[in-house]
């Protein structure tokens, strides 16, 4: 099976930073395509933070550019997402994505974290 732990988050004061790391977990051999952030405020659609793909290119939500940096460690197996100048309306629940291909399986599927909760304080 397959698993995304994330940790990181918790409760930062407006103008403070967080590293959010998500690492992969499988029982099998797996290769990672492209992997990404997510986030969702109460009441609100989830949307994407940032993604990254194989081969290092990236791309960001017009809202977060320039503060928001997203990184992947493929020894490691993971994805980093760094939040510098944070703002209260940053507060959100953050998820990690990944497609992941398992040695021995058809195709590849797509993964979720499961969560960690980030709190700005104004």
């Known amino acids: 099976q397959v698993q995304l732990v994330e940790s990181g988050g918790g409760l930062v004061q407006a103008g403070g930073s967080l590293r959010l790391s998500c690492v992969v977990h499988a029982s099998s051999s797996f290769s990672i395509n492209a992997m990404g952030w997510y986030r969702q405020a109460p009441g609100k659609q989830r949307e994407l933070v940032a993604v990254i793909r194989t081969g290092g290119s990236t791309n960001y939500a017009d809202s977060v550019k320039g503060q928001f940096t997203i990184s992947r460690d493929n020894a490691k197996s993971a994805v980093y997402l760094q939040g510098n100048s944070l703002k209260p309306e940053d507060t959100a629940v953050y998820y990690c994505?990944?497609?992941?291909?398992?040695?021995?399986?058809?195709?590849?599927?797509?993964?979720w974290g499961q969560g960690t909760q980030v709190t700005v304080s104004s």
């Open positions: 994505n990944a497609n992941i291909r398992v040695v021995g399986k058809i195709g590849a599927d797509d993964y």
